[in-house]
């Protein structure tokens, strides 16, 4: 991929860190301990739990394309990790979390 400009990166917007209002303006994003400068795309991965097809609609082509390269080949949670600085200690046990998740996902295409 070509690279992008680096942007703040919250990286992991799950359920639990994204605030809706009860008629659904984003009011909140809790828990900013793995932010880090990076492509924009992987926070656009992260919210792939409300639909690839919202995510589509919320981001321009070029960062849900690399979004959905980055949750394709390795895995955005799996990315997050290594850039977040966990250290590898255990790379047997890395490789077989990602090569399971890659056999759970195998059949996701990339747009």
């Given amino acids: 991929m070509e690279p992008v400009p680096?942007?703040?990166?919250h990286g992991d917007?799950?359920?639990a860190n994204v605030h809706w209002s009860a008629d659904?303006?984003?009011?909140?994003v809790l828990d900013w301990d793995?932010?880090?400068?990076f492509d924009p795309a992987i926070d656009a991965a992260l919210m792939a739990w409300h639909g690839w097809d919202n995510v589509k609609a919320a981001v321009d082509p070029e960062?849900?394309?690399?979004a959905r390269i980055y949750d394709t080949s390795i895995g955005v949670g799996h990315l997050v990790g290594v850039l977040d600085g966990r250290p590898l200690t255990n790379i047997d046990v890395f490789v077989r979390s990602i090569v399971a998740w890659l056999d759970e996902t195998s059949n996701d295409e990339i747009p």
Avoid: N, S, W
């Fill in 13 to 15: 917007l799950g359920a």
């Fill in 63 to 66: 960062t849900y394309r690399r």
């Fill in 24 to 28: 659904g303006r984003l009011i909140g």
């Fill in 34 to 37: 793995q932010a880090h400068l």
């Fill in 6 to 9: 680096d942007a703040l990166v």
